[in-house]
């Protein structure tokens, strides 16, 4: 691999907000109107990667299709995403409506987003900012929509071709994944086979990234407080209460009034939620994804970095773990 020329990296290039790209999406399309309709999807199996593309016309009658088998170094959403682009170039000369159709939300959301992507999905936005006449469109997997399911059939098709027919460059998040498989092996590698630590050992046999433990003894043998131990209502509702209601909300949109709401309509699925998380010692992925929004600052530059206060916007129910995992270790 040639680092520099491998790698899917970002562009350098600073656009100001107002240069951003978003490219919207609708759900519950109508999928009998008569326009081109074009589906998509993407698969991996046996650690080979496909996507598959099949175009129908006004009459619902199939005009051509495409099962594309790319590099094994692809994920789903890069199928996924490689499908969509596909198909874009492939119509986007055509003036009449069109509906690219996939059941991939996290890509979809990933073209409505402005904030730092692969460069598979700058290219799709670029395309489709001034090709306005293709929508694209949500629609569910597995249940029964004949386009996407012949599209998943492609996709699943061209995992099984001997011939790469394209070669995709090396994500920032696959380069991120190689790195921690390798520091996992090795140090379960050392942690095994080192002679230190073997009560420890028989605790924790696996090396892990993920793993929390806070249920400690003092020196009398009596346990401390655990942070681990089960979160109670009355944990959850003082620092719903003690909050600042003017607080912006984080990328979900749920503000800590509709939390408020949700909350004391139906407690316990909410306290069962902020158990599970302790008890396995996972903080969802959902809660940690964060929003930035440029701030200008005022008679300032605007074309300039430097010009801009950035803000970073976090789920509200992150922030309520957060504080709960925080005040127990300071009474730890």
């Not at 990296?9 to 008569?34: A, E, G, T, V, Y």
């Not at 793993?211 to 003082?238: H, M």
Request: charged share 25%; glycine share 4%; with cysteine.
């Amino acid at each position: 691999m040639t680092l520099h020329k491998d790698l899917d990296l970002p562009s350098k290039d600073f656009n100001p907000p107002w240069l951003l790209i978003s490219i919207p999406w609708q759900m519950d399309l109508d999928l009998n109107r008569r326009v081109l309709k074009i589906f998509t999807d993407g698969s991996k199996l046996n650690e080979r990667v496909g996507c598959g593309i099949v175009c129908f016309d006004e009459m619902n009658q199939e005009i051509w299709s495409l099962s594309h088998r790319l590099s094994d170094n692809s994920s789903v959403f890069i199928a996924e995403a490689f499908a969509i682009l596909f198909a874009v170039k492939r119509v986007y000369q055509l003036a009449q409506e069109i509906l690219i159709l996939s059941d991939s939300r996290s890509v979809l959301m990933a073209l409505e987003s402005v904030g730092e992507q692969t460069s598979l999905i700058e290219v799709i936005k670029s395309i489709l900012k001034d090709h306005r006449n293709i929508k694209l469109g949500s629609v569910k997997a597995h249940i029964g929509i004949s386009g996407n399911e012949k599209a998943d059939l492609l996709a699943k098709e061209a995992t099984r071709k001997e011939q790469i027919d394209t070669h995709i460059k090396y994500s920032k998040t696959w380069l991120k994944n190689c790195f921690n498989t390798y520091i996992i092996r090795n140090w379960q590698s050392r942690w095994e086979n080192s002679k230190n630590a073997r009560y420890t050992f028989g605790l924790f046999t696996e090396a892990s990234f993920n793993r929390c433990f806070g249920d400690f003894l003092n020196p009398n043998g009596t346990r401390c407080f655990s942070y681990s131990s089960k979160v109670t209502a009355l944990e959850i509702e003082r620092i719903l209460m003690s909050s600042s209601m003017d607080k912006a909300p984080g990328p979900d949109g749920l503000t800590l009034g509709i939390i408020k709401e949700l909350y004391f309509s139906n407690k316990d699925p909410f306290i069962d939620i902020m158990n599970v998380s302790l008890r396995n010692g996972n903080f969802p992925t959902s809660w940690k994804e964060e929003k930035v929004i440029l701030i200008p600052k005022e008679g300032k530059d605007l074309q300039r970095v430097t010009s801009y206060r950035p803000i970073c916007l976090l789920s509200t129910w992150g922030k309520i773990l957060d504080k709960i995992i925080t005040q127990r270790l300071q009474r730890i």
